[in-house]
């Protein structure tokens, strides 16, 4: 969908398509006043984006209000290249964002910000809880170093919660500071702690740190 060796724009969204993405991304079942739950709208097509009156309360709302898109002027289809490649495994830097999608650096940057951001929120909100299993991970740089960390070796912590049927059903990754983890081998026990503190309900008690191998 995204021609990035030519590092130009494809225009395969049309404002109007995209329009209609988000609007059933917000709203899948349907429109949904969010001040009164009312379901019925008129539509005003006087802006860039178009406003959404409810029938019952005259409440008006917009597509991107309460959303990482609020108040920004970066049209919408541009936004949807930039969630797309944002949510590939590789993800995309600000440099490369620009050049896809024509924003200056400076705007690629702040929409990367305000994405992560959304993200990190979102899984701020979502502990692990249950059956928790963590276990460090090094990403990055491989070296042959076996104690000594590169600076380009990056620990993560790979966790889940496990269900009854021992699938996982929710897994984090997380970063883990290098005051927890100075060496290659060994997760400190703040590390255990700061990372139960921040991911992992209250009161969870079945809460493992697997050993590295
Ligand atoms: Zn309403």
Redesign the pocket.
């Known amino acids: 969908m995204v021609s990035t060796e030519a590092n130009v724009v494809e225009p395969v969204f049309s404002e109007e398509d995209c329009i209609d993405f988000f609007f059933s991304k917000k709203w899948p079942n349907g429109f949904r ?6 379901s019925r709208y008129y539509t005003i097509r006087t802006r860039r984006l178009p406003l959404y009156q ?6 008006q709302t917009t597509l991107t209000v309460g959303t990482v898109m609020e108040r920004s002027r970066t049209p919408l289809y541009k936004w949807r290249i930039a969630f797309h490649l944002f949510s590939q495994p590789e993800g995309v830097s600000a440099v490369h964002l620009s050049e896809i999608i024509s924003v200056t650096y400076k705007t690629a940057w702040e929409m990367l910000k305000k994405l992560r951001l959304a993200l990190s929120d979102k899984d701020t909100q979502r502990p692990l809880t249950g059956r928790v299993r963590a276990g460090v991970s090094i990403y990055g740089k491989r070296t042959l170093q076996p104690f000594y960390r590169h600076p380009k070796e990056r620990p993560v912590m790979v966790s889940a919660s496990f269900q009854a049927d021992g699938q996982p059903s929710y897994v984090k990754l997380k970063m883990i500071a290098d005051e927890h983890m100075p060496g290659k081998r060994t997760l400190l026990y703040s590390g255990e702690v700061a990372f139960t503190k921040q991911h992992v309900q209250p009161g969870t008690f079945d809460v493992r740190f697997l050993k590295r191998s």
Not at 33 to 38: K, N
Not at 54 to 59: A, I, L, R
């Open positions: 006043c969010p001040q009164c739950g009312h409810c029938h019952n309360c005259q409440h």
